[in-house]
């Protein structure tokens, strides 16, 4: 799978909904492609509650179906004002999320374009436990 067609994979569950507290979600998509290479999606969800990004969404779905190495991940979001798409790098708490699922997941491949792609590990700097202190 190529790096535009993840990015369409992602975009293609995008669907914007508001609920009836007035709160946005789904306008947020994300896609990823597994070690086994089966791709799973998700979308943001807010809610007064609870809520989770798109990413989370898509590892949840891989994670129930036994799955949790993710090989190539990216999430995109589109500016319904003009139909552009954007590429958004993964927040803190999803980047620590995927690192916590599997720590092989410091490997996996974040696109943040459709040329640019870097390893998870490289957005979680300083992120091996400390040695004790002298
Ligand atoms: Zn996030």
Known sequence: MTTDE???RAASVLNPHTTSEGR???????ALISERGNVYTGVCIDTASWGLCAERSAIAAMATAGEYRIKQVVAVWRDESNGSLSVLPPCGVCREFMRR???GNLD??????????V???DLIPHHEWPAPLA
């Open 6 to 8: 993840l990015i369409e």
């Open 24 to 30: 946005l979600f789904g306008d947020v998509g994300a």
């Open 101 to 103: 699922i599997d720590e």
């Open 108 to 117: 996996a491949d974040v696109l943040l374009g459709r040329d640019k792609a």
């Open 119 to 121: 390893k998870l590990r």
